[in-house]
């Protein structure tokens, strides 16, 4: 089910006040396939530069495709900075699928400047100083041209301010939804294509209201996402007649969160939101059952973790609710779906992972339209090759064959991608996303409906 909800001035109040916060997208549990050549590294990067086809592709290799692109340009180089390690490990590969799976549609369909693209990973450990490093490691010594990642907003802001937009270098996240990323001193060079958390943490908002619940508490992880969240999400909650009892935030992979549990469950609310990512939330969800201090929960994107609920018990949160960005209802995205399950075995149950493939080609249809691999020039061609005006391309091998004809003769192109329509705004982001209710059912999540959000009304 999908519904267009209008934006509501909740939201631009949310953003507003989150303005100093910095949040991060949380991860779900549930782990992706990746071939031999895929193995995460268990601390620091890597320099692994991928160009073949992940097994089983529905892209030919583009080292015996017969439409191997000729070399006429230096080739386009993208760091992959992602969580392989740390508390959102379970992004890592999958994001890394994704990616490659654009990278393989583009280069068995021409390649960029007549060059195979080569996706090079890097582990951020979801540190946000060992993303800083990793960054610089890919651009100083890898030269990339630019970066996807990364995934929590904790790491992409500093990675953004003090190494991206220093240094000149596209950066696209796909999975960080922090408010605070919309005025990072970035000099231009931020993108992302999810949408912001301050429409997440309104729908849960609603979400809560629309349950019956009137008190409610956040257990938050005590970084920039959870903070960020957990306030837009008490506002919003508020300002709907609910009360708020406590917002109590929590440090990562604790043996016990007795005294936080005990803090936000003081005043015996009706739910508690779990803010948080699975690592933690397995611990103090458990406690709290075992407990008996909640009879429910409400959960996010961090939360959204099938792994989570096997550990815990599926039937011990049957029925209860949660959200998480999404990608709209399309026939591009269902394209996605089908080529990725034909890649890798397995539906894209995990977010983000339209958004991971989106940024790709967003990045080569720009190097393709500057003519060049210099990120100046990318950062320049990005809003010209993914806004209206022009003729609309999308993703897949015949998508970019078609994109390389019109821009070989002059004519705009406006790319709509898997997720969304990847419009960007003057800061980067996204004009248009969703945002998807799921509920526990059956040993299962399963999205009831997709809210579209539109920045633009």
């Not at 630019?146 to 796909?174: D, F, H, M, N, R």
């Not at 990562?252 to 803090?263: P, R, V």
């Not at 008996?292 to 959960?299: H, I, K, R």
Request: charge should be negative.
């Amino acid at each position: 089910m999908s519904r267009r909800i209008p934006w509501p001035l909740a939201l631009f109040v949310a953003i507003t006040l989150l303005l100093p916060i910095l949040a991060a997208c949380g991860g779900d549990g549930e782990s992706e396939p990746t071939t031999a050549a895929e193995t995460p590294t268990t601390s620091g990067g890597t320099t692994e530069t991928a160009t073949p086809a992940p097994s089983g592709s529905p892209a030919a290799s583009p080292t015996s495709s017969d439409s191997t692109p000729t070399a006429s340009g230096e080739a386009l180089k993208i760091g992959m900075l992602a969580p392989f390690t740390g508390d959102l490990s379970d992004f890592g590969p999958a994001f890394w699928n994704a990616a490659m799976l654009a990278v393989e549609e583009i280069n068995s369909a021409g390649g960029v400047l007549g060059q195979p693209v080569e996706l090079v990973r890097a582990d951020d450990g979801t540190s946000p100083q060992q993303g800083v490093e990793e960054a610089r490691r890919l651009v100083e010594v890898e030269r990339v041209s630019a970066i996807i990642g990364a995934a929590a907003s904790g790491v992409t802001l500093p990675v953004a301010e003090s190494v991206t937009g220093p240094s000149g270098i596209v950066q696209i996240s796909p999975a960080s939804t922090s408010p605070a990323l919309t005025d990072a001193n970035d000099n231009d060079f931020l993108f992302r294509t999810t949408i912001s958390d301050a429409a997440q943490g309104v729908v849960l908002a609603q979400l809560a209201q629309e349950q019956g619940f009137q008190t409610a508490c956040t257990m938050y992880t005590n970084n920039a996402y959870g903070q960020g969240l957990s306030e837009v999400f008490a506002r919003e909650f508020e300002r709907l007649g609910g009360q708020v009892l406590a917002q109590v935030p929590h440090e990562q992979e604790q043996a016990s969160y007795a005294a936080e549990l005990a803090t936000c469950t003081e005043g015996n609310p009706d739910v508690l939101a779990a803010i948080s990512y699975p690592e933690s939330a397995r611990v103090y969800l458990r406690e709290a059952v075992e407990q008996g201090l909640v009879e429910n929960f409400l959960f996010v994107d961090g939360t959204k973790s099938e792994e989570q609920f096997a550990d815990l018990g599926w039937d011990v949160f049957e029925g209860m609710w949660g959200t998480a960005p999404g990608a709209l209802d399309t026939e591009v995205g269902d394209a996605f779906d089908a080529r990725y399950e034909e890649a890798y075995g397995r539906r894209p149950e995990l977010p983000f992972l339209r958004e991971s493939y989106d940024a790709v080609y967003v990045i080569a249809l720009a190097a393709q339209k500057a003519g060049s691999t210099d990120p100046a020039a990318i950062r320049d061609a990005i809003r010209e090759i993914a806004n209206p005006p022009g003729e609309t391309v999308t993703p897949g091998s015949e998508g970019w064959a078609r994109a390389l004809e019109l821009i070989a003769a002059g004519e705009d192109i406006n790319y709509e991608g898997a997720a969304s329509p990847a419009d960007f705004d003057d800061n980067g982001d996204v004009l248009t996303g969703a945002i998807e209710v799921w509920r526990v059912q059956g040993s299962a999540i399963v999205v009831q409906e997709t809210r579209e959000i539109d920045l633009t009304q």
